[in-house]
């Protein structure tokens, strides 16, 4: 699946969504918890790649953070601006996020990098590790799987992974790998979470 094919199917949905899920309210509050403890640990500026309607963004501001939310979708980045307008949001590729190498405190991918194929995925993985600095650190969400496999989602297909395999990918990538969580909700796939510290150098 291309970026420009993601972008397509997402343009299309981009207001359905975001009434569905542009308010942290929607958000399970384990998930809140969790991104609230990552956010406020951070030394510096953090990015929220794959920002959708920004509600995640705007939530890590709230904490005191300096963030910016960036999206492959016009559409949502348009939809942000209009719901959080005191929030910086701009359109980018997650395999190139347009930032200074090791210039950012932290990157938020949340599920973010569920529509990259398998075997693109080592980009994503490579600039979020150019871009944040060492001792940084890297909170990644994503369905989990006992395989990596395609599943229909409801927008476009997208991919789940095992723990143990983004775990790997992400070693390899100049992360060492701090927290795991899963969760399952019913009627939903696995929930997955890591967080990732960049490795010093």
């Given amino acids: ?10 343009a299309a949905k981009a207001h359905e969504y975001s009434t569905r899920f542009g308010s942290i309210d929607d958000v399970h509050a384990a998930d809140q918890e969790l991104v609230r ?12 790649a794959g920002c959708g309607p920004g509600q995640w963004t705007n939530f890590i501001q709230s904490l005191g953070v300096s963030v910016e939310g960036v999206d492959l979708v016009p559409e949502f980045v348009d939809v ?3 719901l959080y307008p005191g929030v910086a949001f701009r359109v980018g ?6 930032v200074p190498g090791r210039s950012v405190a932290g990157i938020l991918a949340w599920y973010s990098v569920i529509h990259t194929p398998p075997y693109e995925i ?5 600039e979020f590790a150019r871009c944040i600095a ?3 650190s890297l909170l990644l969400g994503f369905f989990e799987g006992h395989a990596i496999e395609a599943f229909p989602h409801a927008v476009t297909p997208a991919y789940q992974w095992p723990v143990d395999e983004m775990t790997r990918l992400l070693s390899n990538t100049g992360f060492t790998v701090v927290e795991k969580h899963t969760r399952v909700d019913p009627g ?3 929930h997955a979470a890591i967080i990732a ?3 010093e150098y």
């Fill in 93 to 98: 590729y997650l395999e190139k996020l347009e």
């Fill in 37 to 48: 403890e990552w956010a406020q640990n951070l030394k510096g500026t953090a990015i929220d």
């Fill in 122 to 126: 080592h980009r994503v993985l490579a």
């Fill in 134 to 136: 060492p001792g940084g």
């Fill in 80 to 82: 942000a601006r209009g």
């Fill in 197 to 199: 510290h960049r490795i």
């Fill in 188 to 190: 939903t796939r696995t």
């Fill in 1 to 10: 699946m291309s970026a420009e094919n993601v972008r397509t199917a997402y």
